[in-house]
C-alpha cells in the first residue's frame, strides 16, 4: 500500500511527490513514458528544481516510478498532475486528464481521495473527471473523495516552493475538502479551503490572468515609453517606492512557460463557451504578449539600420533563450518566434545559454556558440533574452558592439539599448 500516488512526474507532479516523501509518506509515482520511469528509478531527474540527489533520497525513502496503472488502487490518495496544453480552439486539451482517470476508473477503490491539480477551466473536475471516475461504480462525494487543488509550482523559485506555498483545495463536498486539506496538511505549511471545486480552479486562473494583463501593460508601456524616449525601468522604480496599490511588472520579449500564455486562455474559452462573449482583457493581454517578438524583431532592425546595417546577412547573437532566468526550461519560450522572425528577415541567428546545449527553432536547429566573449565581439548585435544569474552583465556591455536588453539589467553605454 501507498499513501500517495502521483499521476504524472513533471514539473508538478515530481515536486509534489517529493515533498510528500520528505514528509514520510509512502510515494509511488505513475507516468505513460517509460523513459522518464527508467531515469527516476535509476537515480536521474528531469525536472530543473529535483536534482539526481533529490531523486536518490526519494528511493532511498521507498519513492518508486512506474507504468503499471494496476498501483494507483493501491494508493489511499491518487493526484493527477498531467499537462493540460492548449486545444486547437484555443482552449484545454483534456486527453491527458481524461487517459489518466480512465486508467485510474479501472483501479479506484472505496473511501480513495483522488485530486486534479492539473489547470484546466471551471466545472472539469465535476463534469469530465467525476463522470469518467464514476465509471467503476463508485460514486464521487459518496463512495470516494474528490478534490481540485491547484498547483502552484514555480520553477526556478528558490525561496517559494511546495512546502511553503499555500494549497488551496475544493472538494466535490465539504466532506471531500476537509480529506484533501487534511492530506496536504501533512507536508504544506498552510492549506486554504475553498468552497467548492469550482472556486478552486478559478482561483488558478485568476492568478495567472492576473499576472498575464498586468505583464501585457508593460509591455504595451515599453513601447510608446520608447517612442517618447522614457526609461521605463526608471519609472517603474519609482512607482514602486509607493508602499501600497502598486505592484511592480517588467516588460520582456513576450511570456513563456505553461502558465501565463495559457492558463488565461481556459478561462476565456470557458466564458466565450458558456457565456457566448468573449473575455477581452484576456484577448488583448494575449494579443500585445504575443507579438512581442515581433517588436523586438523590429527593434533589432531599427538598431542594425542604424548602424547602416541590414538585417538580411548580419549575425544576432541571442543570449538566454529559456523562458524564465535560471532554469532550463524552454516551454513557450519567446525565443523561438523571435528566432524565426529574424530569420525570416535574413538574419544568421545564434545562441547562447548556460543551461541549454541544443535549441530548435521550430524544424531546426539554431547554432549554439561555443565562446561566448568571442561570439559577443563578432556579432552585429546581441539581444538579452533572459537574465541569467551566470552572465556578466557589465561585461557583455563592454564587448559586444551593441545590445538589445530586453530586461533592463546591463548597464547603460552608447551601445546598449533598453527595450
Request: aromatic content about 6%.
Amino acid at each position: 500500500m501507498a499513501d500517495l500516488a502521483v499521476v504524472g512526474l513533471g514539473y508538478v507532479g515530481l515536486p509534489l511527490a517529493r515533498e510528500a516523501a520528505r514528509a514520510g509518506l509512502a510515494v509511488v509515482g505513475f507516468d505513460v513514458s517509460t523513459a522518464v520511469v527508467d531515469a527516476l528509478n535509476g537515480g536521474r531527474s528531469h525536472v530543473d528544481d529535483v536534482s539526481d540527489a533529490d531523486v536518490s533520497t526519494m528511493l532511498d525513502a521507498g519513492f518508486r516510478a512506474t507504468t503499471d496503472g494496476s498501483e494507483l488502487g493501491q494508493a489511499d490518495t491518487v493526484v493527477i498532475c498531467v499537462p493540460t496544453p492548449l486545444s486547437e480552439d484555443d482552449g484545454p486539451d483534456l486527453v491527458p486528464v481524461r487517459a489518466a482517470a480512465g486508467v485510474l476508473s479501472r483501479h479506484l477503490r472505496r473511501d480513495m481521495l483522488v485530486v486534479l491539480e492539473s489547470t484546466t477551466y471551471p466545472g472539469t473536475t465535476e463534469e469530465v473527471l467525476a463522470p469518467i471516475l464514476e465509471q467503476s461504480g463508485l460514486k464521487a462525494g459518496v463512495d470516494f473523495n474528490l478534490a481540485f487543488s491547484p498547483e502552484r509550482i514555480d520553477p526556478g523559485n528558490a525561496t517559494f516552493g511546495v512546502h511553503n506555498t499555500p494549497k488551496v483545495v475544493g472538494g466535490y463536498t465539504a466532506a471531500c475538502t476537509q480529506r484533501a486539506a487534511a492530506f496536504y496538511g501533512k507536508f504544506v505549511e498552510t492549506v486554504v479551503m475553498a468552497r467548492g471545486t469550482r472556486k478552486a480552479e478559478t482561483a488558478k486562473l485568476l492568478e495567472n490572468t492576473y499576472r498575464h494583463v498586468n505583464i501585457a501593460l508593460v509591455n504595451e508601456m515599453a513601447r510608446f515609453c520608447h517612442e517618447l524616449d522614457i526609461d521605463l525601468w526608471d519609472v517603474i522604480g519609482l512607482a514602486a517606492t509607493k508602499p501600497f496599490g502598486f505592484q511592480a511588472f517588467y516588460p520582456g520579449p513576450g511570456v513563456g512557460g505553461h502558465c501565463i500564455p495559457i492558463d488565461p486562455n481556459y478561462l476565456s474559452h470557458s466564458v466565450q463557451v458558456k457565456l457566448g462573449y468573449p473575455f477581452r482583457f484576456v484577448q488583448l493581454a494575449q494579443e500585445i504578449n504575443a507579438s512581442m517578438p515581433n517588436y523586438v524583431a523590429r527593434r533589432a532592425q531599427d538598431i542594425l539600420n542604424s548602424e547602416a546595417k541590414a538585417v538580411n546577412g548580419s549575425t544576432v547573437l541571442l543570449l538566454g533563450v529559456t523562458y524564465k532566468p535560471n532554469i532550463a526550461d524552454l516551454r513557450e519560450s519567446p525565443a523561438v518566434p523571435l528566432a524565426r522572425r529574424l530569420e525570416e528577415l535574413g538574419a544568421i541567428v545564434q545562441f547562447h545559454d548556460p543551461y541549454v546545449t541544443t535549441w530548435h527553432a521550430g524544424d531546426h536547429s539554431v547554432g549554439r556558440v561555443p565562446d561566448l566573449d568571442e561570439a559577443l565581439s563578432a556579432a552585429d548585435l546581441t539581444i538579452l533574452l533572459q537574465g541569467h544569474s551566470a552572465y556578466d552583465f557589465a561585461s557583455i556591455a563592454a564587448t559586444a558592439k551593441r545590445v538589445l536588453d530586453t530586461r533592463g539589467v546591463v548597464p547603460a553605454a552608447s551601445t546598449v539599448e533598453r527595450l
